[in-house]
């Protein structure tokens, strides 16, 4: 009888728990105004988000968008110097966010932080102009000219202007705009492929207004005065930023953290040695030697977050190529583009508006693919599995690459022409410039398709308190596919003494260059078709794994385990009364 007893008590306590808990009243949402009230500073907030993200894409792109004709036309750089210098200012400017991150978590306030990288931003993009503004055609009065910067003093100013801004953005994108600040922990699959599909749809008609406008003022009617807009679209930010009072900083949970990852990452492999030399292994994962069961320095929880943030991994891996060939937009496609012939009907079209063909598919694709997804599957189902459209869309890419590589040959058969870029002359192809549209077609198919899939697998598939560094996981292995892009251009060009990365296109073999990658993200797509069946089922995997081993999941199993072993004494007719006592 008193194990009875004591089993009644603990049946109560547990009842009175789960009662208590359903019962507690959620913060927030007492009454009716104060949830309007919270759902409208929420909205306010989102808006005011999105407003800083769109105003900070508008300053990047506006200095993306012609780098590589400023660099060879004003500088006097080759052709693969420009498209490194602009491939690595987009890596940069991909991969600070992640420091600028941990620099807010570890070591600055994030107040502070986001004031720092604000003046960092301002001036990137007030000293740009600096670099680009003609000083001689500035009068002090009818005999008095100011004098201009020299070649080395220009570069040590645009490299320095470059290096700020790309600081600036990267607090703006990990202070200011981060994913997590759109509330999205309650989305299912479903509204989340949604609202990436949508968030990357407005950021691409942002770029496409920045491609039209921006590079035809840089590039025909004031193209100095083309850096100033970055500087105005700055000024917009920081007057967005102090409209919300500091409202919209971003405060992420400090339950998990870069700096948790890599320690648990180092702790398991620092396990694994010591193991390997002194004992036998007896755990079926090699990131569990960081637990502490197994002498590690982290708990259970943080280990299995880690683990679940592996296995995407793979998948990152695979983004590295695909991102190389989407970096032939501003590098290999733009120098193209300005080797061919931009007049039509008389009219100079700027070299940067040939993007905008390759965004053109994406802002059609996105809403047909929405309408889609509605009217073919409900809202519990999630359509087709992501995987499916990152392995056609990274199948496009290649297929575009190579396609620049056949047009490329069609290109040198026309006869040079004389055109006029930027007050210079040059030599280029009389094909007209939309015999290249197939090629930025694809890539831009190719986008619309892989890039808010990918965001999807990365933010839904990995535990709530961690899907913040699994996008700052994600966004460094897209960074470090640009640095890999600038290393193939490096490497093509002195491997072949220029001949495969030429400064004069009609007299090299840029088209190689092209087959190359096409070769390599052919055999990538292939590569990641093999263990994209990991990511069909990983979110059950990780619902029925990942959950079921944390204490307190553990431990309620316990209690139910508890509960049905005492309900089968109670029940069962083969025990005596005192046996059931």
């Known amino acids: 009888m008193p194990c009875a007893d004591r089993r009644d008590m603990r049946e109560k306590q547990l009842l009175n728990h789960t009662a208590d808990k359903e019962q507690r009243p959620l913060p927030g949402r007492s009454n009716h105004a104060g949830n309007l009230s919270q759902s409208e500073k929420k909205l306010q907030e989102a808006i005011c988000v999105l407003l800083v993200e769109l105003c900070e894409r508008f300053t990047f792109f506006g200095i993306v968008c012609n780098m590589i004709l400023f660099c060879t036309v004003k500088l006097g750089y080759h052709n693969y110097q420009a498209a490194i210098v602009n491939m690595c200012f987009v890596g940069t400017s991909m991969l600070t966010p992640v420091l600028v991150g941990w620099l807010a978590e570890c070591l600055v306030g994030r107040i502070k932080l986001v004031c720092i ?142 700096l948790t990852t890599f320690g648990v990452i180092a702790s398991a492999l620092k396990m694994c040695c010591m193991r ?165 077609i694809l890539l831009g198919v190719a986008e619309a398709l892989v890039t808010p899939s990918c965001s999807l697998l990365s933010f839904r598939l990995v535990p709530e308190r961690i899907r913040g560094i699994s996008m700052h996981f994600l966004t460094l292995f897209n960074g470090a596919g640009c640095f890999m892009g600038a290393f193939f251009v490096q490497t093509a060009h002195a491997g072949t003494q220029g001949n495969w990365f030429p400064h004069l296109l009609h007299e090299g073999k840029l088209e190689r260059f092209f087959f190359f990658l096409a070769s390599l993200m052919t055999v990538n797509t292939l590569g990641f078709w093999t263990i994209a069946h990991r990511y069909d089922n990983l979110n059950q995997e990780y619902t029925n794994e990942f959950r079921g081993s944390l204490p307190e999941e553990k431990l309620l199993k316990h209690e139910k385990a508890i509960k049905h072993y005492g309900s089968v004494l109670e029940s069962s007719p083969i025990l005596s009364p005192m046996e059931k006592t």
């Open 117 to 258: 990288c604000m003046f960092l931003h301002f001036l990137g993009t007030a000293l740009l102009p600096v670099v680009a503004f003609p000083f001689e055609d500035i009068y002090i009065d009818r005999r008095h000219i100011l004098h201009t910067l020299t070649k080395r003093e220009q570069k040590i100013v645009f490299y320095f202007a470059l290096l700020t801004a790309s600081l600036g953005i990267g607090g703006i994108r990990a202070i200011v705009c981060p994913l997590s600040a759109y509330n999205l922990e309650d989305c299912g699959p479903k509204e989340l492929l949604s609202f990436f599909n949508w968030f990357y749809w407005l950021i691409n008609l942002n770029s496409a207004v920045v491609f039209v406008s921006i590079s035809y003022i840089q590039q025909s009617v004031a193209r100095n005065l083309g850096f100033l807009i970055p500087f105005v679209s700055v000024l917009m930010a920081m007057i967005t930023i102090h409209m919300v009072r500091g409202e919209m900083i971003y405060k992420p949970k400090t339950d998990s953290s870069l």
């Open 276 to 440: 390997y030399h002194y004992f036998s292994g007896g755990v079926t994962n090699w990131l569990d030697h960081a637990k502490e069961n197994y002498g590690g320095q982290y708990s259970e929880t943080q280990v299995e977050s880690i683990k679940s943030l592996a296995r995407l991994f793979p998948l990152f891996a695979f983004q590295i190529l695909y991102r190389t060939c989407i970096m032939q937009i501003p590098s290999g496609y733009y120098l193209q583009t300005m080797n061919s012939n931009l007049n039509f009907s008389g009219f100079v079209l700027p070299v940067a508006a040939m993007n905008v063909i390759s965004i053109v598919p994406l802002l059609i694709l996105v809403p047909i693919l929405e309408c889609i997804n509605s009217c073919l599957f409900s809202s519990k189902d999630t359509g087709h599995s992501p995987t499916i459209y990152v392995a056609v869309g990274q199948l496009s890419a290649a297929l575009s690459v190579m396609i620049a590589g056949f047009s490329e040959i069609h290109r040198k058969h026309f006869p040079q022409v004389e055109q006029t870029l930027s007050e210079e002359v040059l030599l280029v192809s009389s094909m007209p410039c939309f015999h290249l549209a197939p090629q930025y």
